[in-house]
């Protein structure tokens, strides 16, 4: 619950740097940032699932670089959802989801990891 909760808090933090980085990409406050991150969840379990099944030979074709299309729509579809959270141009929704990734990446490299074991010293 705790890893969850983390998780949560680190992706909101990602989306307010987006906002800093990306023209055009704007969240106002951090409970928009918070709320933003839910439905941005929500969607891609549902929607995003679906749009990336029927584009996988597409995915696979592109070695993956067309499911950042589909994170893009995702991101403009919370936008129009979650008041405090703008996305003006599907251009600033393409490029904040690579931002946005790349921070997921680094944030998930920087938090420990609770499902590995703990190295064993012989």
Do not use: C
């Not at 980085?21 to 929500?42: D, E, R, S």
């Not at 690579?98 to 190295?119: C, E, G, K």
């Amino acid at each position: 619950m705790l890893r969850l909760l983390l998780h949560w808090i680190l992706n909101a933090i990602a989306l307010l740097i987006v906002s800093r980085i990306v023209p055009g990409f704007q969240v106002n406050t951090l409970g928009a940032a918070l709320i933003a991150v839910i439905v941005i969840g929500l969607l891609n379990a549902t929607l995003g699932f679906f749009l990336k099944l029927i584009t996988l030979p597409l995915g696979i074709l592109t070695l993956g670089l067309f499911f950042l299309v589909i994170n893009a729509f995702i991101l403009k579809l919370a936008s129009g959802v979650v008041a405090g959270f703008y996305v003006t141009t599907f251009g600033a929704a393409f490029i904040g989801a690579i931002v946005l990734a790349l921070l997921q990446m680094l944030f998930s490299a920087l938090t420990p990891d609770s499902t590995r074991s703990p190295r064993v010293e012989r």
